[in-house]
């Protein structure tokens, strides 16, 4: 019963988290364009403390909830510009197809691995070296690292994904940090595939 119950807690969280994202990316139509580079930087400030600052981590009520109004906000820009050049059909239809990545990589990380917890850390030093990497191509824009840092991008939330999931099945989470945690991966597979699409009808 505790554990249907966790289970439960962590799709209303997830949900919840998926509202607080929507009205940030409301927002985000009033925001300036000047003003979304400054946005950028604020909310990759709050991902570098989470990740550094002892005891000021990202699934943290507030900062988890900053972080995903945030997220919102600077993703109204992607959204828009990507329905501009290739139509709301196209959108909608990379939306779908991240849902059912998200679906397909969950299910096999529940229900046919045994126990990948351990991933935990090797999956942490990834992200560090692609954040590190995105970096270095913001300064430097070194050709096909956008392409590259894009497909790394998502092929390592895909396995986030199934390291989520497969947490759950051993019962190694806290419902609040599982749901928020889930929200991101979906959204970063959905804006790895909007980008990926970008790029590759933008280079022919």
Not at 3 to 27: A, C, K, M, Q, S
Not at 65 to 77: E, N, P, Q, T
Not at 143 to 152: D, G
């Amino acid at each position: 019963m505790a554990d249907r119950h966790n289970y439960r807690l962590v799709w209303l969280y997830f949900l919840y988290y998926w509202v607080i994202f929507g009205i940030g990316t409301y927002f985000g139509q009033y925001l300036p364009e000047e003003w979304r580079p400054t946005a950028s930087m604020v909310l990759f400030g709050l991902l570098m403390l989470s990740l550094f600052v002892r005891g000021f981590n990202h699934s943290g009520p507030i900062i988890s909830h900053l972080y995903a109004f945030l997220v919102g906000l600077v993703s109204f820009g992607l959204f828009e510009s990507f329905i501009a050049d290739f139509g709301a059909d196209i959108f909608y239809r990379i939306v779908l197809l991240g849902i059912i990545v998200f679906v397909f990589f969950g299910f096999i990380g529940y229900f046919f691995l045994r126990d990948i917890t351990h991933w935990g850390k090797y999956l942490f030093i990834a992200l560090l070296i692609l954040i590190f990497a995105s970096l270095l191509n913001f300064f430097i824009n070194l050709p096909y690292m956008t392409l590259v840092i894009t497909i790394v991008g998502l092929v390592l939330y895909i396995l986030f994904t199934m390291y989520d999931f497969n947490r759950m099945k051993n019962k190694k989470f806290r419902p609040r940090e599982m749901g928020f945690n889930l929200f991101i991966n979906l959204l970063i597979i959905i804006k790895r595939l909007l980008r990926l699409y970008q790029y590759v009808n933008n280079r022919r």
